[in-house]
């Protein structure tokens, strides 16, 4: 790789021309949730919800005796389970190989991580993708591939009689492979023009073609015309042009397409973090981002962008495609047909429109085998998002009791026991385990290390907490709720400077609901540290009081005050009573667990507040989340309240 192009880069161009390609089949991106963990005190509770799409309920013909043998094709790096024989299943693979091997190319990257594990199912025929496919109208999508995605799992779902299923589905994973792989944050218009530059790569045995414009690019731009660079460049992701069909949406696609294309062509990949730094950083605008990174003028480049459609010439690269990955030394094992059925149902258990139907479905297959395991973990993970909390301890217990080396079930187990309650220290004790024994059998799953790390954080382990929270991030450097669950830590730990600095870089996000959490962040920040600031001064007056400037003794129990800091806790309980007869103080009584804590407001009408509007007196029976230094006495002087 050029010395030049330290983020992105490609070996040098060997052809230029312009091809036709095929029109892209139909695709849709369909999201997944899981039920979503909560964390005790800064972190609050964040839930994560992704654009829901389904799938239909499987027939009988799909697994029925006369249809082909379901098997599990394995590769290095890939799972494919596939009904339509073992030689598209080990193209299948090889396919994901070699695009994975690409990847790693395009970002000059010697690993290439997947922070949510990926399932790949290759059906037989267009009429079994259909049962899955996103519903519209009443009627499923006719499409060629789908991409499914979720916090514990996504799925690539290909239908195996299309010619070329692969340009649908390779964009999607194109972004997977950006969560986890790409090291600043960007916008739209990178991240979608990459996925697109990425879909159209060709591969075969021998190289991969990387940088073939699709003619329908050209066509969409010479007929729709193109934005200005500069309107381009500020489209997000709760924009209109980002989220509703139609003409500047079909646009907004193409010309970020053309763009990265052009940054591709003339070597300006590595000044990209030039650019995200003046905009996101150095808070420059749009127009002086562009002159500072590209060395141009936001209307020069957007002639220089105008001539590389008129031309219609293009640079494509030859990659060798790695001599080591070999379809024939994939592993093939093949799958009962309760395996194809449970698998479908945890498709579906993962689309939010059609989850309903998924714990019937594992119902099924544990009538014909009581004891199949992943039917168990999935019966288990349809009742947790139910918050069915009994049923769902049952099957899970009963799924890691069958296959104690699925790290699924324990993430799960994990899952189930924090959402039981405040967590406890044999609670976060026993959650910790399952964490550790997910992590152990799965080293790649990012959101156990996140778990884990808060369980660390609230058990008093803090450096630990840290590293672990990292380690989250390392494998999904820009997942912003990790950034959000690693400020909170670091605001407990009182390293206020710090969660600050995350905090307003989360506070410009285009997720609304991450940028609302982050500015509610910011000002608990602010608020903490301003306490902290009149503690200090008054125990540095107490001090300068005190003879000889020596702290003072408290005769009434001997304890030294002494200007050291008292720790700051976080809790979640119940409201138990308020007693506000000394207004405008107020004290909270907790039940916390198997105890109760009291905690002082100094003044009801000034504390920091979040989910309620003012401080009330009758919150008694409500649920509470608490920011609080500790007192000698045990009780704590409140920092922060959060209604539940």
């Known amino acids: 790789m050029p010395a030049e192009e330290p983020i992105l880069g490609l070996p040098v161009m060997r052809r230029r021309s312009r091809f036709p390609s095929q029109p892209l089949a139909p695709h849709r991106r369909a999201g997944g949730t899981i039920a979503a963990w909560r964390v005790w005190g800064l972190a609050l509770r964040l839930l994560r919800t992704f654009a829901a799409f389904g799938g ?131 916008d739209p218009w990178f991240e979608e023009g990459f996925a697109e530059y990425f879909s159209s790569i060709e591969v075969d045995n021998k190289e991969a073609r990387v940088g073939k414009i699709p003619e329908q690019t050209y066509q969409i731009l010479q007929q729709m015309g193109m934005m200005r660079v500069s309107d381009l460049f500020r489209v997000q992701r709760n924009s209109r042009t980002y989220n509703e069909s139609g003409d500047h949406r079909t646009t907004f696609y193409a010309e970020s397409a053309l763009v990265v294309h052009y940054l591709y062509d003339n070597r300006l990949l590595s000044r990209l973090t030039v650019y995200f730094d003046a905009l996101q950083v150095q808070k420059k605008p749009v127009e002086q981002a562009i002159e500072t990174a590209f060395g141009m003028t936001a209307e020069q480049l957007d002639r220089a962008l105008h001539t590389y459609l008129s031309t219609g010439k293009y640079r494509y690269y030859p990659i060798p495609t790695p001599s080591g990955i070999v379809a024939a030394q994939f592993s093939v094992t093949p799958l009962s047909p309760a395996d194809a059925r449970a698998m479908v149902a945890d498709i579906h258990v993962h689309s939010p429109d059609y989850r309903d139907k998924a714990l019937a479905e594992f119902e099924e297959v544990l009538k014909t085998d009581p004891e199949h395991a992943p039917a168990l973990r999935g019966a288990g993970f349809a009742y947790l998002q139910q918050k069915d909390y009994r049923h769902a301890a049952e099957y899970l217990h009963r799924a890691a009791q069958r296959d104690p080396k699925d790290p699924r079930v324990h ?212 649920s509470i989340a608490v920011n609080y230094h500790e007192r000698l006495d045990g009780e704590g002087d409140v920092v922060s309240l959060e209604m539940q």
């Not at 790693?104 to 079994?128: W, Y």
């Not at 959000?484 to 870089?505: K, Q």
């Open 411 to 622: 993430f799960y187990i994990a899952l189930l026991l924090n959402e039981q309650g405040p967590p406890d220290a044999a609670r976060v004790k026993e959650i910790k385990k399952e964490l550790e024994t997910s992590i152990a059998l799965d080293p790649g799953l990012a959101d156990a290390y996140s778990l884990l790390g808060f369980m660390q954080a609230i058990s008093g382990d803090t450096d630990k907490g840290i590293a672990t929270l990292n380690k989250a991030l390392e494998l999904s450097p820009l997942n912003e709720h990790y950034l959000f669950n690693l400020a909170s830590v670091y605001l407990a730990a009182e390293r206020v400077d710090t969660a600050i600095g995350i905090l307003h870089g989360l506070a410009n996000s285009g997720d609304p609901e991450v940028a609302a959490r982050a500015h509610q962040g910011l000002d608990q920040a602010r608020a903490v540290k301003q306490q902290t600031g009149r503690l200090q001064l008054r125990i540095e007056k107490e001090a300068d009081a005190a003879p000889g400037g020596m702290p003072k003794v408290d005769g009434a129990n001997g304890l030294k005050t002494v200007p050291v800091l008292p720790a700051m806790h976080f809790i979640k309980g119940k409201v138990v009573a308020v007693d506000c007869s000394a207004s405008p103080q107020a004290v909270l009584t907790l039940d916390v667990g198997a105890k109760s804590i009291k905690v002082h407001v100094a003044d009801s009408a000034h504390v920091e507040l979040i989910g309620a509007d003012e401080f009330s007196c009758d919150w008694a029976g409500r």
């Open 56 to 186: 239909l309920l499987l027939c009988a013909p799909l697994l029925g005796a006369a249809d082909p043998q379901w098997i599990e094709v394995r590769s290095p790096n890939f799972s494919v389970v596939t009904d339509a024989g073992e030689r598209r299943g080990r193209d299948a693979a090889l396919h994901f190989e070699q695009m994975r091997s690409v990847f790693g190319a395009l970002m000059t990257r010697a690993k290439v991580n997947l922070p949510v594990p990926l399932q790949i199912v290759a059906f037989h025929n267009t009429r079994e993708l259909s049962q899955v496919a996103p519903i519209f109208n009443g009627k499923p999508t006719q499409l060629a591939g789908l991409f499914q995605g979720g916090e514990d799992r996504s799925f690539i779902m290909l239908d195996m009689s299309v010619e070329n299923p692969w340009t649908v589905v390779f964009h999607e994973y194109a972004h997977c492979l950006l969560d986890g792989n790409l090291s600043f944050h960007s």
